[in-house]
């Protein structure tokens, strides 16, 4: 059942987390992947970086999962427990490999993607004691819309320097390590990266 969710505005979020529960109930697994490029010079030609842009790509990259996280997770928080362990609900973020190996005039999209990243294991270890996991997956390049806009120079850069697969991923390949890491009840606070080992280059 499609919703459509401005992700970086509050109201919006919850609008959609109340048509989604009145449907099937409070969601005991929530995935945020919505995400905007953030390509620009910390200090450019023309100067400083326009921070009405950066905070942009920090509003809906990192406030936006911020904010379906919390709400979603509250929500769990009211449910029954699954099983005697306890365990309520799963919520996997989306970082970046760029979280690792920030690239030049990646400032915006870095900073977004590395502070999803640094809060995995803090708020796996707040929402412990109601029995939600939170996890995260920092892919590399993958066959998205965002992806598009990359230049072929570009792509046949990075994939190059991959261990195996030299190529990009696949949305499926995605989905299936989302669907792994929900079903292992012993993955907690770790990022992960599906990225066939490629490291990104400083440019």
């Known amino acids: ?3 459509a969710c401005n992700v970086a505005d509050d109201s919006s979020v919850i609008a959609a987390l109340d048509a989604a529960e009145a449907a099937d109930g ?3 697994i929530v995935v945020n992947c919505a995400g905007i490029p953030g390509s620009m010079r910390l200090v450019g030609r023309e100067g400083p970086v326009d921070m009405a842009r950066f905070s942009q790509v920090i509003g ?3 406030l936006a999962t911020v904010s379906m996280m919390t709400k979603a997770a509250a929500r769990m928080m009211t449910l029954d427990p699954l099983d005697p362990d306890g365990e309520r609900g799963v919520i996997v973020n989306t970082s970046s490999i760029t979280a690792f190996e920030g690239q030049i005039g990646q400032g915006a999209y870095v900073a977004s993607k590395g502070a999803i990243a ?4 803090q708020v796996a270890r707040e929402f412990a004691a109601n029995g939600v996991q939170v996890l995260a997956i920092a892919p590399g390049l993958f066959h998205t819309p965002m992806a598009a806009d990359v230049p072929p ?3 046949g850069a990075i ?3 991959a261990i195996f697969l030299r190529c990009f991923g696949e949305p499926e390949d995605f989905a299936d390590l989302r669907l792994s890491m929900i079903q292992n009840p012993m993955l907690n606070g770790e990022v992960i990266r599906l990225d066939a080992g490629v490291r990104l280059r400083a440019r």
């Open 153 to 155: 120079e570009v792509d």
């Open 159 to 161: 994939t190059s320097d």
């Open 118 to 121: 640094a809060m995995t294991i």
């Open 60 to 62: 809906v990259n990192l």
């Open 1 to 3: 059942m499609p919703v």
């Open 26 to 28: 409070v969601a005991r």
